[in-house]
């Protein structure tokens, strides 16, 4: 087992280098070929071995006339030790030669990138270069989406040498193929970093550190360039993918390209969210599990035919077949690795030989690129074929308990007289239930074996826990050896030029796909398929998986815990529950404490959203009452920042606000009703005749709340000695040109000596109104109107105001400038929060006085 720790200490070494990177511990002028010394001198350690001679315990009288040996320290723990530093050096070593912001010199491409807010800027400079086309052709939405190497930039006619992928969009008009020569004009910038996605990291893992923007592309002429076998996996994998295009009808043949192909482009996003919701997307992407059902059907069909020692050829084959079929790139060669560990642990019966290999095969692939340890695909692939090695036979042998509780019992032999002829039906029979268990075994079990282990993952990326997970994988897991096994057949029938025989083989995957889909929209239909679990983190990800390895060597664990003296096994099995209790009772007690915490606390909450470019602001009363004041422009965001405040078993709201119906207030709000239940909205005269708002309406009279009317002198009691006062707008609205945003609901909250003025888009005309009528506007916390646009927000305004505290929520460099210069030097002197750069700003208050956080 050195080779796993040594694994572990390497994968450490990694992470301790990006965090000594980030920390500007090694940079730059950090040797790029360190850690091939330190690997080097890996086989030198035994050599440690002759300078650490066995120390003796002194202590202990032994008899060793009697030829008893003292016990000492083993002479390899010191040759050990040195082999873990050094590959942890080594780890450290490695990421600071691949870092995820290289150092970047005039020959690499990424020297020339803009910043990338000047990503449509039409005004900004542009490059001219040249390259191939260097990854398969993504088509969606009427778009293309390319990966293409550059090897030289032209400046003034001249080409420059120079290195490096970018990845750009263009039209469908002109089709590209990989390996054309093709030259490019445009805006190149660096990949942005989104508020919920590190989109310049996931980039950076595939090596593209440049995008493209306003692409002008053309082909050159001239031969294919690129790999020629990865041309030729290509243009079967285009071939297939139109074979099935043409055979199925959609949102069918966009799952079985993403299913046998690996082009996950044509599956349409609500479809897509429904798999991920009912934990199911490891159907419908190439993984470990995914190609560990293909080797264990191969397998299954081999052992019958050659025997169980000589199935795992068929297995193999079947792996390696269906890895050439998808193209055969990186993560495709990475799940087919995963899947034939889990061929080689069934194969040996010994889980400790393919810890190892996966060990290994961990270590060759961090080794070749050490981004790949962050790659979500690679850490669910090594967990998935890790679940497999751990729980497997485990599963598979509680299973075949389960089943023999319902066989019945074998009678007493009786000799025949004569030969004996077995019944056709007998046989078919017996066949069918061997085919069906089968079927369940390689589908379900493996399913279950995989999620164990990739669950936590799930949830720590994802912040999402399917309830209906079990269910579904139940339901839809018989059928997918037909879509993977009969679909493949189709395809390569179908690629070979027989199309009628390939319409005969995909009758029996369409039939599968088209179950699949039904089951899961039926389950993800159900009330509560999915849980969102907020503040999950890394301390509950490690402390899962510390439960799962403690499950998983659990009675190694009691051999050394008995072997000290600790703990008696035969008291620990009559006192203590099994760990099947213990597990249960350890989620139980999570649970209930979750809710405890989460409970209402007495205090008045307000939470400013970190919704980016646009309003959104959730009230939490005394007693746990909730209104949500906007929305931004993404339900991902607004329901991501929701779950991160709101009680975990909370899916209730006893008020929503619109301030006024402009997109990045509004167009989230739409989508609330159908995630929450939604009691009463707050809707306002103006906003009732303005056309623009009617989605929103008709979203809240889909989901029966009641809508009310309210104006300027209005007040809403929402207990504890809490009040929304309605100030603004006028029954009959607020003429003016910018009628949306000068009509916006504004509203005061109220509670003891603390209140908080809540603006909407409201600007400088509306503000110059309130002063003349006298309007109650002084309050301890002000949102600063329109995101901080200087069309609001006037010195005279903000002195009556005289908040203790100012707020702006706007979104990390926008487009429109917000928070603008002179209403930042209006605000000078006073505490002021953005939510760009503050993230979630939560403030609470007893009534007397108030207490600030920042997410970041």
Known sequence: MVLLTCTLAYLTGIVAGRLAWQAGLIGCDFPAWLWLAFLALLPLTPLLKTLSPPVVDQTMRWPQQAGFVPPGRSPWRTAVWAALALCAMAGLARFAAHPLTPCWTPSDLAYYNLPAARAFDQDAPQVTVTGFVSSYPLVSDGKQRLDVRVDARLEDGVAQPVTGTLRLSTGTRSRFRYGQPVRLRGRLVTPPQFEDFAYADYLARKGVFSLLYGAQLDPLPGPARGNPVTRALYALRTRGERVLNRLLPEPYAGLANGMLLGIEAGIPDDLYDQFNLTGTSHVIVISGSNVALIAAVFAAVGTR????????????????????????????????????LFVHATALGRRSTALVSLALACWIMTLINPLTLW??????????????????????????RFVSRFRRPAALPVMPS???????????????????????????????????????????????????????????????????????????????GLMWPARLLLLAPWLSLVWTVRMVEWTAALPGASLEIAHYGLGGLLMTYGLIFAVAQRRTLMTRAKALGQIDRSWLQSHLVGPATAGLLSVAAVVIWAAALTQPDGLLHVHFLDIGQGDGILIQTPSGRQVLIDGGLSPQTLFSELGAVMPFWDRHLDMVLLTHPDGDHMAAQIDVPARFAVDQALDTSV????????????ALAAAGATVHIDAAGGWIDLGDGVALWVLWPPPDGFAHEHADNENSLVVKLVYGAFSALLTGDAGLPAEAEWLRRGTPIQATVLKVGHHGSKSGSSPEFIRAVDPALAVIQVGAEN??????????????????????QAGRIHVSSDGQTMRVERAR
């Open 305 to 340: 035919l050659l025997g169980r020692r000589r199935a795992v050829y068929p297995a193999l084959l079947g792996i390696a077949a269906f890895a050439l079929l998808v193209g055969g790139d990186a993560a495709v060669l990475r799940a087919a690795l995963m899947g034939g």
């Open 687 to 698: 906003s009732q005749a303005n056309p623009d708002a009617q989605p929103w309406r008709d």
């Open 375 to 400: 790659d979500v695909g690679f850490q669910l692939s090594s967990a998935a074929t890790a679940g497999l090695i751990l729980f497997s036979p485990a599963i598979t042998a509680a299973f075949d």
């Open 815 to 836: 487009s429109y400038g917000h928070p603008h210069a002179e209403v930042l030097a209006t605000l000078d002197g006073r505490m002021v929060l953005r939510t760009d």
């Open 418 to 496: 004569g030969p004996v002829m077995e019944s056709p039906v007998t046989g078919v029979a017996a066949s069918s239930k061997v085919a069906l268990r089968s079927l369940i075994q390689d589908g379900l079990l493996i399913t279950i074996a995989a999620n164990i282990t990739t669950l936590p993952l799930v949830i720590f990326y994802f912040g999402r826990l399917s309830l209906v997970s079990l269910l579904t994988n139940l339901l839809i897991a018989p059928v997918q050896p037909l879509i993977m096994l009969w679909g493949s057949a189709g395809v390569l029938a179908g690629a070979a």
